[in-house]
């Protein structure tokens, strides 16, 4: 275990957002990880959030308990996740570089891991629901939960209910220099209906450019879609299979 600490941590990126391969929409995120199931994302906790910028750096300080205490599993060790929220829309496929830096007062061990897809989806669930900058609305067994902060407005939903899917419809009557995690924006709609049981990350939104300024305004609906009328894998615009935005069971702990 690690003595408690505080940090700073800085993660930083290259290019410029003029360019079509340049900034992402960068967020910054800490959690702390489950001592007896440290790869299951869905058993993390959120510790902070920072919001996004459309800088090349962006900035979080907290505080890390060591769990000299014993409370933190086997031998006391807590292990914590830094996390760089960038959507990289100009640059489909192509791999984003990032620099950490943390500055702390205690020694503290650092390791490079990779998250696959599913743990990618719970830990935009953590960022999307953190409770200092997030809206939540429930309507019959179903959470929507909006996060606007920073530069960056992110939905996702959460299907409780056991006999219908849900369909949830985001209307954009203003969209101007703004990038959508969906892809492009033809009839200015995304439309998804996610399972019984199931939660899905519905998109993120970011300006190209804050120079250049910015403007959007949405409204949403919701309502039930049972299996028997239509199904419930409609997706507008479509999504790829296995993805960040595909619906996936919830988990309850």
Request: with cysteine; hydrophobic share 40%; charged share 15%.
């Amino acid at each position: 275990a690690f003595s408690d600490t505080e940090v700073l941590i800085s993660v930083s990126q290259a290019a410029s957002r003029a360019r079509f391969d340049g900034l992402s929409d960068l967020g910054l995120m800490v959690v702390r990880l489950d001592p007896t199931q440290p790869h299951d994302m869905s058993r993390a906790t959120l510790v902070v959030s920072a919001p996004c910028k459309l800088e090349s750096t962006n900035q979080c300080q907290t505080w890390l308990d060591g769990g000299g205490g014993g409370g933190g599993g086997a031998g006391g060790r807590r292990r914590y996740l830094v996390v760089a929220t960038g959507f990289n829309h100009f640059a489909s496929g192509a791999t984003r570089p990032f620099t950490v830096a943390l500055f702390s007062s205690h020694p503290l061990v650092l390791q490079r891991v990779s998250v696959p897809v599913d743990g990618v989806r719970a830990l935009l669930k953590l960022y999307v629901s953190d409770p200092t900058a997030s809206t939540v609305t429930q309507w019959h067994g179903v959470t929507f939960t909006q996060r606007k902060d920073g530069h960056q407005l992110l939905y996702h939903i959460d299907n409780t209910r056991q006999d219908a899917a849900c369909e949830v419809t985001l209307s954009f009557s203003r969209f101007v220099n703004m990038v959508s995690s969906r892809g492009a924006l033809d009839a200015m709609t995304i439309v998804d209906s996610v399972p019984a049981g199931h939660s899905q990350f519905m998109c993120a939104l970011t300006p190209v450019a804050e120079q250049f300024g910015y403007e959007f305004s949405t409204t949403y609906s919701m309502k039930p879609r049972l299996f028997g009328f239509g199904g419930s894998d409609m997706h507008v615009p479509p999504i790829a299979p296995d993805s960040m935005h595909s619906p996936y069971p919830l988990r309850w702990r």
